[in-house]
């Protein structure tokens, strides 16, 4: 059962000082409940990184109030912001961010040694979860043996085997081919519903929007509108 906002941004403003000041956010207010399938869309340059770098604390706002998982997160000391993450959030970046010494699932299991499980265990989860992405026969292959869509599916791994209660995901569908891209989503989908897990996305790609609970449009930094899905209660 869907219960309150894990995720919530309120007034949220983020501005990147310089010689031209960039006003990447203005006064966001957004709220996403346990278990939720949230898409964010919008034009190139309309904040919707930001977004989610913000929400997930790896961006401190300009001002406003942020929390995750029910706690404020837009002051607290990094030391403590860093066990909230880690605790919480599985990010999935554009650019995949993998560890280019590893191997796969060698870049999946060190999501799990850091918080403490043992090498073995965490080996043994990251085959399972890779297996599941279709990357069985790539398991002990680096990234630069990776086609771009292998390694998206790598960092979509990484997010998810530490059993997150939100993802973060942004553009985790632009490397991919579409039936890859459907299975992706497919199991986002199915870790919100069956899980709980709460699912904050960006995407340029509106086709995904069928697949989202609610769909929010972001215009300079704004929130323009946003619309629910109507087979959703």
Not at 49 to 61: F, I
Request: overall charge positive; hydrophobic content about 45%.
């Amino acid at each position: 059962m869907k219960t309150g906002p894990m995720v919530a941004l309120e007034m949220v403003c983020k501005i990147y000082r310089g010689p031209s000041p960039v006003r990447a956010l203005w006064d966001v207010c957004l709220s996403v409940a346990e278990g939720e399938f949230c898409l964010v869309e919008g034009p190139s340059g309309s904040g919707k990184s930001t977004l989610l770098a913000v929400a997930g604390g790896l961006e401190r706002p300009t001002a406003g109030t942020v929390r995750l998982g029910g706690r404020e997160i837009q002051s607290a000391p990094r030391a403590e912001l860093l066990a909230v993450r880690r605790s919480l959030v599985g990010f999935v970046f554009q650019d995949a961010k993998l560890f280019d010494v590893l191997s796969a699932e060698e870049n999946v299991a060190l999501a799990l040694e850091l918080r403490g499980v043992p090498r073995r265990k965490a080996l043994e989860k990251s085959r399972a979860l890779l297996a599941e992405l279709g990357l069985s026969d790539r398991l002990r292959y680096r990234p630069s043996r990776l086609s771009g869509g292998e390694r998206q599916r790598v960092s979509l791994a990484r997010a998810l085997v530490a059993d997150p209660r939100v993802v973060l995901a942004d553009e985790p569908t632009a490397n991919l081919d579409s039936e890859t891209g459907r299975q992706v989503v497919r199991l986002l989908q199915r870790l919100a519903a069956e899980r709980a897990v709460t699912v904050l996305m960006v995407s340029h790609d509106l086709r995904l929007a069928d697949c989202a609970d609610r769909l929010i449009t972001l215009v300079d930094g704004s929130v323009e509108r946003t619309t629910v899905r109507e087979a959703v209660a």
